[in-house]
């Protein structure tokens, strides 16, 4: 048991690091003026989680660098058991790595992606998108601009989140919280 958790720890470890050391190089400065950073670790099982403004009470994030409500931003984004974020879009452009868990981001204009990790997706500006976690989920988010959501309905028609959140807790198998 311990070498299997060992071994989980070592695969979330690496992952993390490749998804920092793949933003360091596509946020790098081409004019090769560089800035530099001070050195980074973080610890999935160590960093606060807290709630995200307009997400279900089920999803929560943990900056590592940046301001999300300002800027660009790298975040881990733990998604509870049952949890589903409904169809919406970012104004930014989007990229999630999955570190771990079991669920899907469903995309309006390609296919599902199965959460298995390492699993990728580049989801552009305007994008629409919803995800769904069937066992507690762990994603890595890159945005490139301040977080904004825009939930939509079934028509593509942006709706208010107080709505679009109403309406994904009476999906069948979603626990309140």
Not at 53 to 81: E, F, H, N
Not at 142 to 149: G, Q
Request: overall charge positive.
């Amino acid at each position: 048991m311990r070498l299997v958790v060992s071994e989980a720890r070592g695969r979330v470890r690496a992952l993390l690091t490749l998804c920092g050391v793949v933003a360091a190089v596509a946020l790098s400065n081409p004019a090769g003026a560089v800035t530099p950073e001070p050195m980074m670790v973080v610890n999935p099982q160590t960093v606060k989680f807290e709630a995200i403004p307009d997400m279900p009470s089920c999803a929560t994030g943990a900056i590592v660098r940046g301001s999300p409500r300002s800027g660009p931003a790298w975040v881990l984004l733990k998604l509870a058991s049952g949890c589903r974020v409904p169809w919406h879009w970012h104004t930014a452009n989007e990229d999630l790595v999955v570190i771990s868990g079991k669920g899907a981001i469903d995309m309006t204009d390609g296919k599902p992606l199965p959460f298995v990790p390492g699993a990728f997706a580049s989801l552009p500006s305007h994008h629409t998108h919803r995800a769904s976690c069937v066992k507690s989920c762990l994603l890595f988010s890159i945005a490139d601009a301040a977080f904004d959501i825009h939930y939509v309905d079934a028509s593509g028609n942006e709706i208010p989140a107080k709505q679009a959140l109403k309406e994904a807790t009476r999906t069948k198998g979603v626990k309140k919280k």
